[in-house]
């Protein structure tokens, strides 16, 4: 928990931080400071729990130690990212008490999903261990993730919260969830994720970075929102007891942004809170961070191999 605040606490800082410098230049006309700067701080708090769940599938790690703790981290990182965006979409609409409402809402959610929908569903869902996942059980558990997803969209915060919420309700230990897996992940993978990404590229205008000095700015973003995941992490895992390169590698895991990275600009740039110029900066910078992590842990893994032979 020290670990998942710690990585969110830092990039915030230094995200409100930068915003004493990019608000005069790429503010939208109308923000007032107070949104801007709480956006930013939220933007460069994000962890991509997806992206980073799929990384350590990938290669290996998830149910490792590391892997187990950098899932836990990120999970928390998400809860409390959204419900900070909802203070903030309240801030920029201005109706503080709504954002409260749906802060109290999220929490009251996340318990009841936890502590009744979970035991509901490893129930349910026991019955069908024998004769596998039938297309009433499919059908069922698409509609109970609709559902949450409509909950969670009616609450304030966005769909895709209630979908990954639901997500984790479902007991891993049965083959069905596997095999539920299984049938949605081609439709997923080849349909779905490519029609978001093509979403998000027709509404990054990288034109509009005709200068160096937006590039200079673009890397100075990369740069702050780097140190603040990586060494807020870092910091905290020594001082929980790691040794240096699992807290390294964990540190890089969280500084993974991707898909929830792109969700948030794409709110924050409907509301008007970003410019389309920052809104293709902080879209290189997720796309950046994002694609580093893979090969840094890789060039980790292999030093770690090399000092212990």
């Given at each position: 928990l020290a670990i998942s605040h710690a990585s969110i606490v830092v990039p915030f800082v230094m995200?409100?931080?930068?915003?004493?410098?990019?608000?005069?230049?790429?503010?939208?006309?109308?923000?007032?400071?107070?949104?801007?700067?709480?956006?930013?701080a939220i933007s460069m708090s994000i962890t991509a729990f997806p992206v980073l769940a799929r990384i350590l599938t990938d290669r290996g790690m998830h149910k490792t130690s590391l892997g187990s703790i950098a899932l836990a981290c990120a999970a928390t990182d998400d809860v409390t990212a959204w419900c900070l965006l909802a203070l903030v979409v309240g801030v920029v609409q201005s109706n503080v008490e709504q954002a409260m409402f749906v802060t109290a809402a999220t929490v009251a959610y996340i318990g009841i999903m936890m502590l009744v929908a979970r035991p509901l569903l490893k129930r349910a869902l026991a019955s069908y261990r024998v004769q596998g996942l039938s297309r009433l059980a499919f059908g069922l558990v698409l509609a109970g993730m609709l559902l949450s997803a409509l909950a969670t969209e009616a609450i304030g915060i966005h769909a895709i919260f209630g979908a990954f919420l639901f997500g984790a309700c479902l007991p891993r230990e049965q083959a069905i969830v596997a095999q539920l897996v299984e049938r949605i992940e081609g439709l997923v993978s080849t349909l779905l994720l490519p029609a978001f990404f093509a979403f998000v590229g027709m509404r990054t205008q990288i034109g509009l970075l005709d200068q160096w000095s937006h590039w200079a700015i673009c890397l100075v973003i990369i740069a702050v929102a780097t140190a603040g995941k990586f060494g807020g992490t870092l910091v905290a895992a020594r001082l929980g007891g790691l040794s240096w390169r699992p807290a390294a590698s964990l540190g890089i895991l969280m500084n993974t942004?991707?898909?929830?990275?792109?969700?948030?600009?794409g709110i924050g740039l409907d509301l008007g809170v970003i410019s389309p110029e920052l809104f293709a900066m902080m879209v290189i910078m997720a796309v950046v961070t994002t694609l580093a992590t893979a090969p840094i842990l890789s060039a980790l893994s292999a030093q770690q191999a090399a000092a212990a032979a």
């Open positions: 995200g409100a931080a930068l915003a004493l410098w990019l608000y005069p230049l790429l503010a939208p006309s109308g923000i007032s400071f107070t949104a801007f700067s709480l956006f930013l942004r991707g898909l929830m990275e792109l969700i948030v600009l």
